[in-house]
């Protein structure tokens, strides 16, 4: 308890009027409550407003700079102008390689997992080679100066087997050819945001640094002139389908793609056709005994012999199968492998044809047009 603050006469004061000491009781009674004083707690909030002050004070002080003014490029700078562009095409380039590379995995993946799923099943099974014989037989009877070789048009059948059981089914959901269009307006995306940065970084006109891409030119098929495009028209196209040059482009591609001939894995199938109607046509004269003999004895043991006939064949086929299937998916992964190599690295007709038709014009159009030396200083 703090002293005084209960304090009560003593004997000395008795008979003398008595009287409380305010001051001394006042202060006392403030420090025994633990409160800061009036002053302090003014002085308190004043300190407060003042830091609020200055906080705000020097948020104002601190405006937004002015954007600086574009400046004049002279021709050393726009020289380094179209360096500079080159560069980021080629890094849009390399950006639009690797998503057609990753993509051109899933697709080879989809493709070898659909003819291990189907097509090789559906090849080395009895019935199917059953079948195949017959084709094969009517083939050999068919046979005349007008028609192909029996193996040839075998070959034809299972290239639209593979493509109906496999290629096409895989196509619904990635192909060569999407790939090739994707990573084509990627390449386009990416260059268009280098531009843009390269004009920032430049400090150019929008206008001059607009009218400087539009005299490099980015595809050049014409005439006439819609088959033409600039890069500021190829960066600014919205969709990029919607271009006339880009179209003309894109047929010219697939046109090289046709003239180039058969891919590789109709090729590997042809190879397998040769050697499945070798063998179908050793099984046709055993086969035709078999009948001949069945037709000869009568129709109810005739039909015994043509039942075991077929059950030896199938026992027959099944040890043989293993083989078969071996055989048939070493030649399917080389020619999958071969036409996965071709996409990937072919210029003019493979996944990258696009990007590398125009990365090409442009390089092209800056080193012999804009007067670029061959190699960058």
């Known amino acids: 308890m703090c002293a005084g603050a209960d304090r009560v006469p003593s004997s000395a004061d008795q008979g003398q009027p008595w009287f409380p000491r305010r001051s001394l009781y006042s202060r006392q009674a ?23 002050l200055a906080i705000g004070g020097c948020a104002r002080s601190r405006p937004t700079p002015a954007p600086q003014p574009p400046v004049v490029l002279s021709q050393a700078a726009w020289q380094r102008v179209d360096w500079d562009i080159i560069d980021a095409s080629e890094g849009a380039s390399r950006s639009a390689q690797d998503y057609a590379r990753r993509s051109m995995k899933v697709w080879k993946d989809a493709v070898h997992a659909r003819t291990e799923a189907d097509f090789i099943p559906w090849f080395t099974g009895y019935w199917t080679q059953q079948w195949l014989t017959l084709k094969v037989a009517w083939y050999k009877v068919s046979k005349n100066q007008q028609t192909a070789p029996g193996e040839d048009r075998l070959a034809l059948y299972l290239q639209e087997q593979y493509r109906e059981r496999v290629l096409e089914p895989v196509a619904r959901e990635i192909n060569p050819q999407l790939i090739r269009e994707r990573a084509t307006q990627l390449y386009v995306q990416l260059l268009g945001q280098q531009l843009q940065g390269i004009g920032q970084r430049y400090r150019a006109a929008p206008d001059q640094f607009a009218l400087h891409l539009n005299r490099i030119p980015a595809i050049a098929l014409g005439p006439p002139a819609a088959r033409d495009a600039s890069v500021h028209q190829l960066i600014t196209a919205q969709p990029l389908l919607s271009l006339p040059a880009y179209l003309a482009l894109n047929e010219q591609i697939q046109k ?24 179908l046509e050793a099984t046709l004269v055993p086969r035709g005994a078999a009948s001949a003999v069945a037709a000869a004895v009568g129709k109810a043991v005739g039909a015994l012999i043509s039942v075991a006939s077929a059950g030896i064949g199938a026992m027959m086929h099944e040890s043989e199968r293993p083989a078969m299937v071996e055989q048939l998916r070493v030649i399917l992964n080389v020619a999958l492998n071969e036409e996965w190599q ?36």
């Open 30 to 52: 403030l420090h025994c409550t633990g409160g800061p004083t009036l002053n302090q707690r003014i002085l308190l909030a004043l300190c407060t407003l003042a830091l609020l």
């Open 256 to 279: 090289a793609a046709v003239a180039a001939g058969q891919a590789p894995s109709d090729t590997g199938l042809s190879s397998v056709a040769k050697r499945a109607s070798a063998q």
């Open 342 to 377: 071709g996409l990937m690295q072919n210029p003019a007709t493979g996944v990258m044809a696009g990007v590398n038709a125009l990365s090409g014009q442009i390089r092209d159009s800056l080193v012999l047009s804009s007067g670029l030396p061959a190699m960058k200083p």
